[in-house]
């Protein structure tokens, strides 16, 4: 579907994904941000200084790379099946992939992101043990959840959500900076700053 000579042309390629049946677009995203939609994500992205994200469980990086050409930002990928990824069935990546180790450490996520001062990114995570394994190696100041919507009958874990004062236990204190529509009535991407 996607062609490697398509990268350079982010428009293209996302109105084409757009226009595939739900079913087809999750192979390589739950999310399917509107044009509109990124606008508003670039805006608040560039307030906070969000200019680097590691972006965990980021399957085939569709949305990171969207994000990644839209946005301007440097986004890198962090996934757990190293022999998946690399086979000859797995979907196209767009961006680069590195893969877990353990224990996860601050070093680690640091080599991960290529730099010191980056952003963590969950779209669609679904094992809370492990997000709240990866925040408390985490240094940095923003992290960012997307996923569905509270009510739209989709389950993620850790929600957007998860890091309001009433739903995280403590590893850090966070505040919610936005929550932001996406454009696909369903999903929304939430952006924690930590509490110092």
């Given at each position: 579907?996607?062609?490697?000579?398509?990268?350079?042309?982010?428009?293209?390629?996302?109105?084409?994904?757009?226009?595939?049946?739900?079913?087809?677009?999750?192979?390589?995203?739950w999310i399917c941000p509107t044009l509109e939609s990124l606008k508003i994500i670039q805006?608040?992205?560039?307030?906070?200084?969000?200019?680097?994200?590691?972006?965990?469980?980021?399957?085939?990086?569709?949305?990171?790379?969207?994000?990644?050409?839209?946005?301007?930002?440097?986004v890198s990928g962090l996934e757990l099946d190293n022999s998946w990824w690399t086979s000859?069935?797995?979907?196209?990546?767009?961006?680069?992939?590195?893969?877990?180790?353990?224990?996860?450490?601050?070093?680690?996520?640091?080599?991960?992101?290529?730099?010191?001062?980056?952003?963590?990114?969950?779209?669609?995570?679904?094992?809370?043990?492990?997000?709240?394994?990866?925040?408390?190696?985490?240094?940095?100041?923003?992290?960012?959840?997307?996923?569905?919507?509270?009510?739209?009958?989709?389950?993620?874990?850790?929600?957007?959500?998860?890091?309001?004062?009433?739903?995280?236990?403590?590893?850090?204190?966070?505040?919610?900076?936005?929550?932001?529509?996406?454009?696909?009535?369903?999903?929304?991407?939430?952006?924690?700053?930590?509490?110092?």
């Amino acid at each position: 579907m996607f062609q490697c000579t398509e990268f350079e042309d982010w428009r293209k390629l996302l109105w084409k994904f757009t226009n595939l049946s739900a079913d087809e677009r999750r192979k390589f995203s739950w999310i399917c941000p509107t044009l509109e939609s990124l606008k508003i994500i670039q805006r608040q992205l560039q307030n906070h200084g969000i200019r680097n994200i590691l972006s965990i469980g980021c399957g085939s990086g569709f949305f990171e790379w969207i994000l990644k050409e839209s946005c301007g930002v440097r986004v890198s990928g962090l996934e757990l099946d190293n022999s998946w990824w690399t086979s000859a069935y797995a979907p196209a990546t767009f961006i680069p992939l590195h893969f877990t180790q353990t224990p996860i450490t601050e070093k680690f996520l640091k080599e991960c992101a290529s730099g010191e001062n980056f952003s963590l990114l969950f779209v669609y995570f679904n094992n809370g043990p492990a997000f709240w394994e990866y925040l408390e190696q985490f240094p940095g100041d923003f992290v960012l959840i997307a996923g569905p919507e509270a009510g739209a009958g989709i389950h993620t874990n850790p929600s957007p959500y998860a890091l309001l004062s009433e739903n995280a236990p403590k590893v850090g204190s966070w505040l919610q900076e936005a929550k932001l529509d996406v454009g696909d009535s369903v999903n929304i991407i939430a952006i924690y700053k930590r509490v110092k």
